[in-house]
């Protein structure tokens, strides 16, 4: 039981480390298209997408319209609102990893707390050896 514990939040760990990674790829990647000037390139390129057939099977246009919209939006106003956003990796990607190392301690902390408790549901239960007076 231990084991597939442990296994089970080793594969939780190595999915948090991967969503830690591509976290901070993005944020240096979006900081970088920001602090460049692409951003605006970026969203006239985004505004130009044509969607899928498939995912208009499952999907609304009119929200992927909307959402598309949204997009380019959040781009051009990040654009003009955020101009030291090459500065700001300097503390974001940072702040990515140490909430990265806040999670991995406390999912080992809680590994630990059920690794305990199975082993106490384990241990055999005390047994009176005489009869009561």
């Known amino acids: ?5 442990w296994i089970s939040l080793a594969l939780i760990a190595l999915l948090w ?3 830690a990674w591509g976290l901070a790829a993005g944020v ?6 920001l602090a460049s000037g692409e951003a605006a390139e970026f969203g006239r390129i985004v505004a130009q997408v044509q969607w899928p057939a498939w995912l208009v099977l499952w999907i609304e246009p009119a929200w992927l319209g909307a959402a598309q919209h949204a997009l380019v939006m959040a ?19 940072p702040l990515v990893w140490l909430s990265w190392g806040v999670g991995v301690v406390l999912l080992l902390a809680l590994g630990a707390l059920v690794h305990v408790l199975i082993g106490r549901s384990r ?5 009176h ?3 009561p007076a």
């Open 129 to 131: 050896q005489g009869s």
């Open 123 to 127: 241990r055999p239960s005390p047994t």
């Open 17 to 19: 480390t991967g969503a």
């Open 1 to 5: 039981m231990t084991t597939l514990l």
């Open 75 to 93: 781009l051009e106003w990040m654009q003009q609102a955020w101009p030291a956003a090459g500065a700001a990796v300097g503390w974001l990607v």
């Open 28 to 33: 240096e990647l979006a900081a970088g298209l």
